[in-house]
């Protein structure tokens, strides 16, 4: 069955970089858009970013336009979010999520904790 398995999260100061990686198992990867959604305590799943298939497009929250960057990898069936310039408020579990017309996926989530 479809699977995705996010990695890549942790503790880092704030004005530091993480890259997050999402491994993608179970579906065809290269036809679905991925994405990233975070969601901090108390508050609401949020869309982060996103690119579409064959990575013709990308967008981005405008909370973190400028410092994070979005890119898969379909031979290796993985998606990525290289997150620079780490502000506190970037503080949530991240989640990767696959989309190709009414189906859609979710993986568990990683932690990403900004904080000195």
């Known amino acids: 069955q479809a699977q995705l398995v996010e990695s890549g999260g942790g503790l880092v100061q704030p004005g530091g970089s993480l890259r997050l990686s999402c491994a993608a198992s179970g579906f065809t990867f290269s036809l679905y858009a991925m994405s990233w959604y975070r969601q901090a305590p108390g508050k609401e799943r949020e869309f982060v970013a996103t690119v579409t298939r064959a990575a013709g497009n990308s967008n981005y929250a405008d909370s973190v336009k400028g410092r994070f960057t979005i890119s898969r990898d379909d031979g290796k069936k993985e998606v990525y979010l290289q997150m620079n310039s780490l502000k506190p408020e970037d503080t949530a579990i991240y989640y990767c999520?696959?989309?190709?017309?009414?189906?859609?996926?979710w993986g568990q989530g990683t932690q990403v904790t900004v904080s000195s």
């Open positions: 999520s696959a989309r190709f017309f009414t189906n859609t996926y």
